[in-house]
């Protein structure tokens, strides 16, 4: 089992880009997380979904989106990236019966 | 607002020696308390999960405990190692919905 995987690990946008960050897991887990990682700031909750077609807020979601139409996959979207959105991004996956979490390696993601 | 404090902010011993790592929460209305291991531009591995009935976990030498009235957590590492080397975070699901929210972490250094 690979577990949990994003893509990319690296990336430089200017101010005003969009991208969309993928995250998959294959280990059949129900919910999944979107987290970012600041100095000073330790690791928020940006969205988190609970099962496929479900979505909802955590704690800083605004400048972001997501979606979880399988899955196994849920993304997280920039449409319109902004400095203060520098950060490492990680997502993470848990079952139904455990809310063990399982994290990915991370994204670095850098605004200009 | 439930905040999560990891005291000492970072912690260095000599390899061999017993430590406890210490995280503190302000609400004590929690479902589960989770220990995390950082490494150096990695993602986060779930270490021990704490079950709000539950006083303490143990996984070969680490042993975590929790004490849901006062608010707080200890996670002893027992005959410390090189290897063990890293930023260790807790966090809290107070709301069942695996919703976490995370401390700042204690980096440890351990020194051959």
């Known amino acids: 089992n690979a577990g949990v995987t994003q893509t990319p690990k690296f990336r430089v946008l200017k101010t005003g880009q969009s991208m969309t960050l993928l995250c998959a897991q294959d280990m059949n887990h129900e919910y999944m997380y979107w987290y970012r990682q600041d100095p000073g700031m330790g690791l928020r909750l940006i969205h988190y979904?609970?099962?496929?077609?479900?979505?909802a807020k955590g704690e800083v979601p605004d400048g972001y989106n997501v979606s979880r139409l399988k899955k196994q996959n849920f993304l997280l979207g920039l449409e319109s990236a902004a400095p203060s959105q520098t950060s490492v991004y990680f997502c993470a996956s848990s079952p139904l019966n455990s809310y063990e979490q399982y994290f990915g390696p991370g994204t670095r993601l850098t605004v200009t | 607002k439930q905040e999560v404090t990891q005291i000492p902010a970072a912690l260095s011993v000599p390899e061999g020696e017993n430590l406890v790592l210490n995280c503190s929460f302000t609400d004590s209305a929690i479902y589960n308390l989770q220990w995390f291991r950082q490494d150096p531009g990695k993602g986060l591995t779930s270490l021990l999960l704490i079950q709000s009935s539950q006083r303490e976990q143990t996984s070969g030498r680490l042993n975590a405990s929790l004490d849901k009235s006062s608010g707080r957590s200890t996670l002893y590492i027992a005959a410390s190692q090189p290897g063990d080397s890293a930023t260790y975070l807790c966090a809290v699901d107070s709301g069942n919905t695996g919703k976490l929210i995370f401390g700042q972490g204690t980096t440890l250094q351990v020194k051959p």
């Open positions: 979904s609970v099962g496929e077609g479900t979505t």
